[in-house]
């Protein structure tokens, strides 16, 4: 996400900057069908940023016979830090206006972005890229923290690449090395890893670095070549440029998901194609890089950078003020044009105002220049103290945030609540051994149902309100954990069944987290069995599948006998400020109308069944009369 300093331009790169930064944006910013494989982008940045870099210290080398390891250290500060404090700054005040969700580990997320570690800080913590919910306030740091990791260690290890002989032997081994990171990112994907940890991790992903290492010691050679700069040369390579890029297009079109074979496979073509790409943009005499450098392509490729910062945190920010309901990958398509328009300004105004001049100028000069306007006429003086006061309402904004940052999102605390309300449930009186229900059994003659007659199973959503559910329906036997689904209920009913412990009533609530399909309700009814009531609870969540889950559910009940639906959908949505900040945990009130909603459905279903078995023995009894009647 970095560019050259003005006096070491490359032909093409800021097209290829340009290219890059749109895909991330456009993936991040509107409905993931538009570009799902937009994330690739960011390789794209790696392959040009490994390239740059070492062209740069060849260069220097070349020129001086050394490398000034202080000199460029200062060069990459300027250019990242100032950009960067300021989205920083900037977006944690705004964080800290809007308040909940946005806030939660900010504290952990600055020191990340501050150390240049921000990647292995959230992988310790646990946040995931591909995670819709909740999101990193600035998650897109990651790819930061592993260029910049890059800029601190590559230069100390640039030296030892020099003592081989010749170029070849150091092209072989920066491939090598590419590949061995490649391979060791489908090591951790194929063994069961987390791919956020495939993804974030500067070992496992720096194949996109090391390409454009190993492709700046291959061009110096073919670059001093006769054929180089022949007709013949320069089309191909043309060609081959403008195949990439529409090839480096066309893959970010398609659906790559999180199957193994796009991690690395999806990732390493793309840097495949940016690597070609960028041999055709910078071949001496090259269309195709005087192509790429048209003015619009060279002004967002010159504000790559802080389009790249900004746009992320602001889509955060934008969906938690107007969009509550949503996700940042479900956001209205209004939002998304709206961050847009931001990005851009902001971006646009950090470029000319911030990172220009201390680009040119440096820290200290440019706060001298700064200091300079001070003593200037009245309006400059003006324009200096206000810049002040905005900077000391941002900073203090800031600290505001830091102290209030949360370590848990407001779901998290729901979960966690409902998970130790089940284990205070369970030590103050541990469920007793349940007798197998038998096939004859008739329902209870009782006017309600006890908790001890039910079995609660669940996702999520019922485990943040088992304080609800153990409070209105004292011993109830409550199995939830996070990221059910449905298709793991009827294992649950038949494993329950095995050991004895199923009850009559049976409760399943396995809807949030992805459509419902018939199949899987007949498995779980079969499961359940018809000598028990089944009660299906049906979904809220801002998701995309949760009507037609819950259209399901609704006619299944209707065509089936001892099953009914408990209406959550229905009693939540008129008070949908008692649930979390994702819009579908319940706190301590929610669980109650969760609680509440379930009592009820189960005690309908208990009416419905008494009043079947009534008629039945009415009927029966009709007949054994009929029959003794001479």
Known sequence: MTSTAPTARFAGLDGMRAIAVTLVVVYHLFPPHVLPGGFLGVDVFFVISGFLITSLLLREHTATGRVALGRFWQRRARRLLPALAVVVAVCSALAWLIGGDVLVDLDAQVLGAATFSYNWVSIAGGGGYF????????????????????????????PLFLLLPRAWPRIAAAFALAAGSAAWMGVVVSSGGDLTRAYF?????????????????????????????SPVARRLTGAAG?????????????????????????????????????????????????????????WVGDRSYGIYLWHWPLLVLAVAAFAPGATVATAPVWIGMGVLAATAAASALSFRLLEMPVRRLGFRASARALAARLRAGPRARLRVLGVATAGALVLAGT???????????????????????????????PPAPI????????????????????????????????????????????????????????????????????????????????????????????????????VLVNAYAPRDWIPGVNAELAAFAEDHRNVAVADWSGAIAPHED???????????????????????????????????????AERLAQIFSADLTP
């Open 201 to 229: 991790g500067t070992d496992t992903h720096a194949f996109g670095l090391l390409l454009g290492v190993g492709l700046a010691f291959l061009l110096a050679p073919l670059s001093r070549a006769r054929w180089a700069d």
């Open 435 to 534: 007798a197998p229900t038998p096939a004859d059994a008739a329902p209870t003659a009782s006017a309600d149902v006890t908790g001890d007659q039910i079995t609660a199973i669940g996702d999520s959503v019922m485990l943040a309100s088992a304080g609800g559910l153990v409070e209105r329906l004292p011993g109830v036997d409550v199995d939830a954990e996070v990221s059910r689904s449905m298709w793991a209920g009827p294992r649950i009913v038949d494993d329950l069944a095995a050991t004895g412990s199923l009850r009559p009533y049976v409760v399943v609530a396995l809807g949030t987290n992805g459509p419902v399909d018939h199949e899987s309700l007949e498995h779980l009814a079969d499961s359940v069995g018809p000598q028990r009531g089944l």
């Open 399 to 429: 600290g505001a945030a830091l102290a209030a940052a949360p370590d848990e999102s407001s779901a998290e605390a729901a979960v966690r609540a409902g998970r130790e309300a089940l284990a205070q449930a369970m030590r103050d009186a």
């Open 578 to 616: 008692l649930l979390a900040g994702d819009r579908i945990h319940p706190g301590a009130s929610g669980g109650r109308i969760f609680a509440d909603t379930v009592a009820a459905a189960v005690d309908e279903l208990a009416e419905e069944r008494r009043t079947a078995a009534a008629d039945r």
């Open 242 to 298: 403008a195949l990439a890029v529409a090839g480096l297009v066309a893959l970010t079109a398609l659906p790559l998901g999180g199957a193994a074979t796009a991690f690395p496979g999806a990732l390493l073509a793309a840097s495949l194609l940016s690597a070609v790409a960028i041999v055709a943009g910078v071949w001496p005499g090259s269309w195709f890089g005087r192509a790429l450098d048209v003015r619009p392509l060279r």
């Open 131 to 158: 995670a819709a919910a909740t999101p990193e306030l600035f998650r897109n740091f990651w790819s930061l923290a592993v260029e910049e990791q890059f800029y601190l260690v590559w230069p100390l290890v640039f």
